[in-house]
């Protein structure tokens, strides 16, 4: 969780700097979970976290590539910040609902790094784009040859 907070705080932090990029860190609120998992991470383990859960050797070759591209191409930070969304977003439903009933938390207690606004909508567009591929008539047999 740590390693996710240093992540996204690097790549939101790199994106907020580049004015290009500032309409679409608008239209998109919950695109970055920073603050969230910080505020998780301080009920788990204190206000000494970062102290304690220091961000993996990949983790920071990850955001010394981000500053990289901030400073060469910055439109490049997009692809970066969807992936980690849709990375957060789809397995943090799973993490959350698996935290809460292990750990017996309240409804919101600890999972804020997992609390979406547009959550409904997320699921809308997946159902949709898992129609489309469904509707796909292409036949295996050659493909398992």
Sequence with gaps: MSN???????????VNKEPALQP????????????AFATDLELFLGKDWRAACPPSPQVLKYTQHLAQLAAEQPTLLLAHSFTQHLAVLSGGQIIKRAARKKL???EQEGTAAYEYKMVAEHKAAFAFNNDIISSFRIGWGPFLK
């Design 4 to 14: 996710v907070n240093a992540l996204d705080a690097a790549l939101a932090g790199a």
């Design 104 to 106: 017996r938390l309240a």
């Design 24 to 35: 679409f860190a608008s239209l998109l609120p919950d695109l970055y979970r920073h603050e």
